[in-house]
């Protein structure tokens, strides 16, 4: 009976939903509390007892840390079809990187892209995961900040991506684990970075009879072509939540730019169901933090004002 669901992103697969739910927490809470709400912020806080908001973790990590499951290696074992879906996506990404704000990540991009353009056939990236766009992000600065390109974790975190949008024993894993914690009366499903897409598509599922009052997307790649295309029904406004709201800060290379998003949803928002889409998050240096973007009061105002 879970009031509160949150999903998480990538590369967690050395992690729990136990440790991670304790993790997040504090984070959740202070975001309420950081917007103006401290009663309820003490109260998820206190989600361990009956009488307070429970929130509960939908852990899928483990999947990709089982062994023979190919998303514990990197994307030299994706498959021909695979592969080309992670060079979209990485382009995807250097794209993103052109618009940073830091010269260094978007000069570096502009050049990588430049190069991929100049050298079509190697911008597959089908004869070496170290070739094309899958190999170019190692050399953009934000991915070593983000720690997503350290020791060769960015090709391992293109994998899991990819193997969620490709895998359908992945993909309904994952799926399973948010459908076990959602209830009547869960209200709000938070989702960080591939966990938005999860969440997202869970509430795709949701039944007429079963309304969400909050999706809340943190760092969220929906709206990227690259994910887009692979999702099981086209990108809409899930017709089952009242409330969505998108987080992204600009400097997040991983997330869609808002207008991608925009254009994709805003077709088929009922009008009574509001959709705030916020690219102004301010998350410092390190822009895809899943804890940074919890603590902002864009992040707990809305989840108050669900609450209440």
């Known amino acids: 009976m879970a009031t509160i669901v949150l999903v998480h992103g990538i590369g967690q697969e050395q992690r729990s939903a136990d440790s991670l739910e304790a993790e997040w927490l504090p984070d959740l809470a202070g975001g309420v509390r950081n917007a103006g709400h401290p009663d309820l912020a003490d109260a998820i806080r206190a989600s361990t007892h009956t ?50 704000t830091d010269p260094r990540d978007a000069t570096e991009a502009c050049l990588e892209l430049h190069a991929l353009t100049r050298d079509p056939s190697g911008a597959q990236g089908l004869r070496s995961a170290t070739r094309g766009a899958v190999g170019a992000l190692d050399r953009i600065p934000w991915f070593t900040t983000a720690g997503l390109a350290a020791t060769g974790k960015l090709n391992k975190t293109l994998a899991q991506v990819v193997h969620y949008l490709t895998n359908p024993d992945i993909h309904e894993y994952a799926l399973t684990q948010v459908r076990q914690h959602l209830t009547a009366a869960t209200q709000v499903v938070i989702g960080h970075s591939l966990g938005s897409v999860i969440a997202y598509e869970a509430a795709r599922e949701l039944t007429p009879d079963r309304i969400l009052p909050l999706l809340l997307t943190l760092g969220s790649p929906l709206g990227l072509s690259a994910v887009n295309r692979q999702l099981r029904h086209p990108l809409t406004y899930p017709a089952q939540v009242a409330r969505w709201v998108n987080l992204s800060d600009c400097n997040d290379i991983v997330a869609a730019r808002s207008h991608q998003l925009h254009a994709a949803v805003a077709p088929t928002r009922p009008e009574t169901a509001p959709f705030d889409n916020i690219h102004t998050i301010d998350n410092g240096a390190r822009p895809h933090n899943a ?18």
């Not at 509960?56 to 080309?84: H, W």
């Not at 864009?298 to 989840?303: N, R």
Request: aromatic share 8%; charged share 20%; net charge negative.
């Open 291 to 308: 804890r940074f973007y919890l603590t902002k009061p864009s992040c707990g105002q809305p989840i108050a004002e669900t609450l209440h």
């Open 51 to 100: 009488s307070h908001p429970s929130v509960r973790m939908a852990f899928y990590g483990t999947r990709f840390l089982a062994q023979g499951q190919q998303g514990t290696a990197n994307s030299a074992n994706l498959t021909p079809e695979q592969r080309e879906l992670a060079e979209e996506l990485a382009r995807d990404w250097l794209n993103n990187a052109t618009e940073s």
